[in-house]
């Protein structure tokens, strides 16, 4: 670390979120005196979808930094959640409890399409490798048949045979008692010529077969995928010059050792959502807004969840996709197919259709140049005076407004009896109440009301369409923080290190032996905290939270509910959930007993806070909003053309207040404020923006 290069002599972090359109890298190099300020850089290339170790790699050079400077490397990744997404999963096999083979493809008493008879299904694992043996334990951990070990080692053979790479062992009740489950991977260990052996209980601990079952099926079908992926980054890292271990981001907000990951690889599922939200959270609490409701809007997809209090929403019953429970924790994210990218078409019923399906990074939409040829929202908001056609990254071969007007008139406004500006802003307004409906789920469709929470506007595509939609939701405050389309990467940098635990009980509150809850709550903590240790960063502190899964009796719905501690009466628990219950659904039921599902904790590594302030050089910024002013240019907002400032978003002074309408540009994103609003900027760098003021 040296002057030379421009880099303080310190700790240099980088953070790093491969997207599905743009590799995102924030780099903050924090000098050992607090004095000199932390310098920071950013960088955004293209994802290399054919391996994402390359656009990796891509980054970290485009910032001039020399590998060997970087003290960590925080990586969020996209690989594992395709790989289960497009189903291009390793060959695995799975050895099950004689009489069980089809519960992953049973599933639950649902329909891959609500209403209508019709719709198909593909269980992670193909029927002809899931194989039964002799063996059977009750509800109550006591053996009822014994393991047939013979069995087990004609089955493994019969799925080696098969060419299978990965192996799930998953018997029935093995988290009462795992003692088979044991048994039977150490008998496959001794012939299977890998470490991709998922044994069912070791991953989740938990009643109900099916959701236990599926989870095991996908962390051992992405486990070679993500080790292999590991290993071409590590060796990319190492020929820059990088030669230490970096970690991964998890599903559940949280980090852990990339020489681990592979282990329980099912939990970097959503990895890359996650990161967001964590930066999200982190930023809000050093604004003084801990409820947000987080918006990422990037080129493929946009993803929602919830902050209360400063902590992400967790849930350990997220359905990827239809029969796709991942019953591990993971930050409650709801995903719809709307990103800059989605593209637009009129169906055959006449109707204005926005995504799923998207122009992705190649060829992208037609504004990249690089042979897209279907309307986008990305070329909706540049024919609509929102994005600068001058100040777009990674073009090609630049694309005329007019040629983009043209192909919105042809395919889009011709149909639909529209100019291809009025086309462009239906395009805009479809996707609005698209992704307002994803709100929705995770505000309203929670019992909570958006008007108590600010949106937390992110992601390359994020701020230009926030403020329509706080207005469309009665959401009264909009924060766009200084680095917006780096915000997951900057997640990465402020996540801590964390560890998330689950045990089944099943007991009545009323005779739930509370000896049995502490013993359960102090051993998930002990585990949490040695698993901490062994990681290659030390944390600040150790944090730690526990939790109960319940429900009333006869009920099947749970309710996640916060616990004080280990020492917890029977009256209390039952008092705990009764509020929860009605916080969720608005109703008393006095007269009807809880029931204990599931016991969780989760151990946090408090890493070391970094300084917000930094993320935008504050040498940059003008004495003056006129300062900051780069062009005045035609927006069309509600059906009309405005004469809108264009500010320099880097320029502007900490004290600047901007009446919509106003356009802020910077290299990452651009923040639209609409006519009526009023915006400010507060001591982090962040825009407050205030709706209908």
Same mark, same amino acid.
């Given at each position: 670390m040296?002057?030379?290069?421009?880099?303080?002599?310190?700790?240099?972090?980088?953070?790093?979120?491969?997207?599905?359109?743009?590799?995102?890298?924030?780099?903050?190099?924090?000098?050992?005196d607090?004095?000199?300020?932390?310098?920071?850089?950013?960088?955004?290339?293209?994802? !290399?979808?054919?391996?994402?170790?390359?656009?990796v790699?891509?980054?970290?050079r485009?910032?001039?930094?020399?590998?060997?400077?970087?003290?960590?490397?925080? +990586?969020?990744?996209?690989?594992?959640?395709?790989?289960?997404l497009? %189903?291009?999963?390793? %060959?695995?096999?799975?050895?099950?409890?004689a009489?069980?083979?089809?519960?992953?493809?049973?599933?639950r008493? !649902?329909?891959?399409?609500?209403?209508?008879?019709t719709?198909?299904?593909?269980?992670v694992?193909?029927?002809?490798?899931?194989?039964?043996?002799?063996?059977?334990?009750?509800?109550?951990?006591?053996?009822?048949?014994?393991?047939?070990?013979?069995g087990?080692?004609?089955?493994v053979?019969?799925?080696?045979?098969?060419?299978?790479?990965s192996?799930?062992?998953?018997?029935?009740h093995?988290?009462?008692?795992? /003692?088979?489950?044991?048994?039977?991977?150490?008998?496959?260990?001794?012939?299977?010529?890998?470490?991709y052996?998922?044994?069912?209980?070791?991953l989740?601990?938990?009643?109900?077969?099916?959701?236990?079952?599926?989870?095991?099926?996908?962390?051992?079908?992405?486990?070679p995928i993500?080790?292999?992926?590991?290993?071409?980054?590590?060796?990319?890292?190492?020929?820059?010059?990088?030669?230490?271990?970096?970690?991964?981001?998890?599903?559940?907000?949280?980090?852990?050792?990339? /020489?681990?990951?592979?282990?329980?690889?099912?939990?970097?599922?959503?990895s890359?959502?996650?990161?967001?939200?964590?930066?999200?959270?982190?930023?809000?609490?050093?604004a003084?807004?801990?409820?947000?409701?987080?918006?990422?809007?990037g080129?493929?997809?946009?993803?929602?969840?919830?902050?209360?209090? /400063?902590?992400?929403?967790?849930?350990?019953?997220?359905?990827?996709?239809?029969?796709?429970?991942?019953?591990?924790?993971?930050?409650?994210? +709801?995903?719809?197919?709307?990103?800059?990218?989605?593209?637009a078409?009129?169906?055959?019923?006449?109707?204005?259709?926005?995504?799923?399906?998207?122009?992705?990074?190649?060829p992208?939409?037609?504004?990249?140049?690089?042979?897209?040829?279907?309307?986008?929202?990305?070329?909706?908001?540049l024919?609509?005076?929102?994005?600068n056609?001058?100040?777009?990254?990674?073009?090609?071969?630049?694309?005329?407004?007019?040629?983009?007007?043209?192909?919105?008139?042809e395919?889009?406004?011709?149909?639909?009896r529209?100019?291809?500006?009025?086309?462009?802003?239906?395009?805009?307004?479809?996707?609005?109440?698209?992704?307002?409906g994803?709100i929705?789920?995770?505000?309203?469709?929670?019992? +909570?009301?958006?008007?108590?929470?600010a949106?937390f506007?992110?992601?390359?595509?994020?701020?230009?369409?926030?403020?329509?939609?706080a207005?469309?939701?009665?959401?009264?405050?909009?924060?766009?923080?200084? %680095?917006?389309?780096?915000?997951?990467?900057?997640?990465?940098?402020?996540?801590?290190?964390?560890?998330d635990?689950?045990?089944?009980?099943?007991?009545?509150v009323?005779?739930?032996?509370?000896a049995?809850?502490r013993?359960?709550?102090?051993?998930?903590?002990?585990?949490?905290?040695?698993?901490?240790?062994?990681?290659?960063?030390?944390?600040?502190?150790?944090?730690?939270?526990?939790?109960?899964?319940?429900?009333?009796?006869?009920?099947?719905h749970?309710?996640?509910?916060?616990?004080?501690?280990?020492?917890?009466?029977?009256? !209390?628990?039952?008092?705990l959930?009764?509020e929860?219950y009605?916080?969720?659904?608005?109703?008393?039921?006095?007269?009807?007993?809880?029931?204990?599902?599931?016991?969780?904790?989760?151990?946090?590594?408090?890493?070391?806070?970094?300084?917000?302030?930094?993320?935008?050089?504050p040498?940059?910024?003008?004495?003056?909003l006129?300062?900051?002013?780069?062009?005045?240019?035609?927006?069309?907002?509600a059906g009309?053309?405005h004469?809108?400032p264009?500010?320099?978003?880097?320029?502007?002074?900490?004290?600047?207040?901007?009446?919509g309408?106003a356009i802020?540009e910077?290299?990452?994103?651009?923040?639209?404020?609409?006519?009526g609003?009023?915006?400010?900027?507060? /001591?982090?760098?962040?825009?407050?923006?205030?709706?209908?003021?």
């Amino acid at each position: 670390m040296n002057e030379k290069n421009g880099i303080n002599s310190g700790s240099i972090v980088a953070g790093i979120d491969v997207g599905g359109t743009f590799t995102d890298l924030i780099l903050i190099d924090t000098p050992a005196d607090p004095d000199m300020g932390a310098r920071v850089r950013v960088a955004k290339t293209p994802t !290399t979808i054919e391996n994402q170790a390359f656009g990796v790699v891509e980054a970290i050079r485009s910032t001039g930094v020399p590998a060997s400077a970087i003290g960590l490397i925080v +990586h969020g990744t996209t690989t594992t959640t395709n790989a289960v997404l497009e %189903r291009q999963l390793a %060959r695995t096999g799975m050895i099950t409890t004689a009489g069980f083979r089809d519960i992953i493809e049973l599933g639950r008493r !649902t329909r891959p399409q609500a209403y209508g008879m019709t719709g198909t299904f593909a269980p992670v694992i193909p029927r002809d490798l899931r194989l039964e043996v002799a063996e059977r334990m009750d509800a109550a951990g006591n053996v009822l048949t014994p393991l047939d070990e013979d069995g087990v080692r004609a089955a493994v053979r019969t799925l080696l045979d098969a060419g299978c790479v990965s192996l799930v062992i998953h018997f029935l009740h093995a988290y009462a008692n795992p /003692a088979h489950e044991k048994r039977a991977a150490e008998i496959a260990a001794e012939v299977w010529p890998n470490e991709y052996i998922t044994a069912g209980h070791a991953l989740l601990s938990e009643a109900r077969e099916f959701e236990r079952g599926v989870t095991a099926a996908v962390n051992a079908s992405v486990q070679p995928i993500l080790e292999r992926y590991v290993a071409r980054l590590s060796n990319e890292l190492k020929g820059l010059g990088y030669a230490r271990d970096f970690l991964v981001m998890n599903g559940n907000g949280g980090m852990i050792s990339a /020489a681990h990951v592979a282990r329980e690889a099912a939990k970097t599922v959503m990895s890359g959502p996650a990161s967001g939200v964590m930066a999200a959270a982190y930023t809000g609490r050093s604004a003084g807004i801990d409820n947000l409701i987080t918006y990422d809007m990037g080129g493929t997809s946009t993803d929602v969840a919830l902050v209360r209090g /400063a902590r992400p929403a967790v849930s350990n019953e997220i359905e990827v996709e239809y029969a796709m429970p991942i019953h591990v924790p993971m930050v409650d994210v +709801h995903t719809v197919g709307a990103g800059g990218g989605s593209i637009a078409r009129v169906n055959d019923a006449g109707l204005l259709e926005v995504g799923p399906q998207s122009a992705g990074a190649q060829p992208g939409p037609i504004c990249y140049g690089r042979g897209g040829t279907e309307p986008t929202i990305s070329d909706a908001n540049l024919l609509l005076g929102r994005l600068n056609p001058r100040k777009l990254l990674s073009v090609d071969n630049p694309v005329s407004v007019a040629d983009v007007e043209a192909v919105f008139s042809e395919m889009l406004g011709n149909p639909l009896r529209l100019s291809g500006v009025e086309a462009a802003g239906a395009v805009l307004r479809i996707a609005n109440i698209k992704m307002a409906g994803a709100i929705r789920m995770v505000s309203l469709g929670k019992g +909570h009301d958006p008007r108590d929470f600010a949106l937390f506007a992110f992601g390359g595509a994020g701020p230009l369409h926030a403020a329509a939609l706080a207005r469309e939701l009665g959401i009264p405050r909009v924060m766009v923080p200084a %680095r917006p389309g780096i915000t997951n990467a900057l997640g990465c940098v402020v996540a801590d290190l964390r560890h998330d635990f689950v045990r089944t009980v099943n007991r009545p509150v009323a005779s739930l032996d509370t000896a049995l809850v502490r013993d359960v709550l102090d051993a998930q903590r002990a585990e949490g905290e040695a698993l901490i240790a062994k990681e290659t960063v030390r944390p600040e502190r150790i944090e730690c939270m526990h939790s109960a899964d319940m429900q009333f009796v006869g009920q099947t719905h749970l309710i996640n509910v916060p616990l004080p501690g280990p020492e917890i009466d029977r009256d !209390t628990m039952q008092r705990l959930f009764e509020e929860a219950y009605f916080a969720r659904f608005k109703v008393r039921l006095p007269e009807i007993r809880a029931s204990l599902v599931n016991l969780n904790t989760s151990v946090i590594g408090a890493r070391a806070g970094i300084d917000l302030a930094s993320l935008i050089d504050p040498a940059g910024r003008v004495a003056t909003l006129g300062g900051a002013l780069s062009e005045t240019r035609r927006v069309w907002f509600a059906g009309a053309w405005h004469d809108t400032p264009v500010y320099t978003r880097e320029k502007l002074p900490l004290d600047a207040a901007i009446e919509g309408p106003a356009i802020l540009e910077q290299l990452d994103t651009t923040t639209v404020i609409e006519p009526g609003d009023r915006a400010v900027s507060d /001591a982090d760098g962040n825009i407050v923006i205030s709706v209908g003021v």
